[in-house]
């Protein structure tokens, strides 16, 4: 191999491949290579997230492409596909690496040299970094990367990447990949024949194999146990749970005051006019609706990337494997749906973690059942007006009961549909299930704070444009077209009578014939067709249509109140407010997380699955409770 | 001769073949299940499975299904 000459300026730069497991310290090594000014994407028409950034080597720089963690080059994942194709330079758009830099970690080298041996097989100049190697010595490990690097015959650089110890040996040699030099003899081609010149590798560079980690050993004596392993996973996750739910609310609160005070200002500052009400209440509203969910997805992905790093998730994900199986999930979708509590939107982002394509799927679609937030004023609302405050019991009060049933109800639907998508829509090639629990680490803070970064930004950027769009749509539906009205008719009657004649409004009566049968009349209908860009929505929406037929009630008593024109009989019977609720407990109503399952799905086929298989149960499961409940009263 | 899944916790074992079909058999000889490879069962999940292996180094957790195809020759009593 002839040197080439240096990169001329004004040529592209290098590009550089980084490959490696999971857990061996590649994304640390990426993040100390390029800072923080990674570009995170999607690779084309994959879900697989690429991360690229350039980084600077005195007067040159690289392109650094940070690979999907992967034990081996035969793939059996989508991930695992997509390093194969960019090694191969298969994938459109995405230039074939000029060299490799392969990451393992001190410790597992036995196993990690598996994968180096597959990767020196390609036709590309490498470099081996050896990361933890403090960890090493504190666990009594020798190893000598000079005799490493003769053995192998390629350069090898040991690095503690989080502190930078090593660092700029690496920056110097990525100036020169040409340089570098290349094995005499690629290693062997069958994996058992390669178990052999790892060991042989080794046997000549490491002249003390490490001990066990000390705090590794202690903990997992704790953490592993039958018992207080799954008393401490209760605890983690109830507190997991807690945090995400409560502690975003401050925020949420007041990113939704700012919205409406910014709303409040435009308004105040602008002609009143179409142009204003768009800016107000499409605009605003419609960045509102995205922005509103940034706190928890921040709060979500922090602990979640903390647990991860430090070494817990993995832990997590095995005490709870067994019982996801039962459903054909894995013990890593868990956290996914338990997120999904506060909301759907980050319980879905947080699907990545599971590896396997088709469980990640069969997550996805069932993580809207499980009983998100913005379920509770739709909830609160009803029940407030509905079930009376009397004790069960003598101390259970029944309005906490319907609530308790109403969650109960949505989880048991999730893993019920769980069971069945698993064995229909995700039913693939059998993929071996495996999962390593790294040692416990204190992930360093950087690590944390450019994940949780590539979450909220590609969150904002994708999935924001797709709710900024539709809420326009809906705002355009709910206010369009404008009926003439008597100048002096009070601005509650205006508010009333043009939402009965927008599109939204003749929706509603038009959809009257398909939710009859539930009990549901047009102004739910109304409140059905709004409830698309958030289902909190329908409480505004039934204020306004109610907020001038009876003046001076509040909205529960104006519900409490309503009796249909041409029955004389009350709107909200009890078998008409059960099959409400039950309908909130199963239907999609929320672009945003349609636009993540688009998003997270690489297509608007899943959306429109999840969205239709939901409003069918919806609409058969309030139908079923509307029979029932009529029935027995 | 045994199959993985049916060492007790702290067993020691030594892999003798991996009988599975690809792509299964190809991904667990490459997270180091290789013949040779020496294998400790350190733990099992609270409901009996899956169960924590220790070999080359790392920790690595299977399900009892791909424990099943992997035999292996006891090294204790």
Redesign the interface.
Known sequence: MTASAPASPGAAPLRLGLLGSPNSGKTTLFNALTGLRARVGNYPGVTVERREGRAQLGPTSVDVIDLPGT??L?P?SPDEEVVLQVLHGEVPGVARPDALVLVADA?????SL??VA?ALRLDLPALLVVTMMDELEARGGRLDTERMSQALGIPVVGVVGHRGIGMAEVKRLLRQPHNWDRPPLPPPES??D??GWADSVLSVARSQ??GSHQATEAL?RVV????A??VLFAAVMILFFQLIFTAATPAMDWIDGAIGSLAGAVRGALPAGFLTDLLADGVIAGVGSVVIFLPQIVLLFTVLHFLEDAGYM?RAA??V???M?RVGLEGRAFVSLLSSYACAVPGIMATRTVPSPTHRLVTILVSPLMTCSARLPVYALLIAAFVPSTTVAGFLGLQGLVLLGLYLLGTLAALAAAAVLSRTVGRG??????????PYRVPPLRLVVSQVWGAASAFLKRAGSIILVTSIVLWFLLHFPKPDLPPDLPPQDAARIELEHSFAGRLGHALEPAIAPLGFDWKIGVGLVASLAAREVIVATLAQIYAAQDEGLSLREALQRDVDPRTGEKVFDAPTVAALLVFFVFALQCMSTLAVIRRETASWRWPAFAFGYLLVLAWGASFLTHRIVHAVT | MQTLDALVVGGRAQVVSVE??E??R???????F????EVRL?????????A?YE?????????R??AQQIWVQRLDG
């Open positions: 034990y081996s035969a059996v410790c597992t080298l036995d196993r598996l994968l597959q994996s058992s390669r178990a194999r490490p997992d592993l146990h039958p018992v392993g799954t993995a095995f005490v494997d067994r019982a199986g090639r059998g993929l071996p299930f495996y999962l390593e629990l790294p | 599975a079909t792509p299964i190809g991904r667990l000889l490459d997270l180091g290789v013949p040779g490879t350190r733990s099992r999940a609270p409901l009996g499975d899956p924590v070999l080359r180094g790392s920790r690595m957790c299977l399900r299904g791909e």
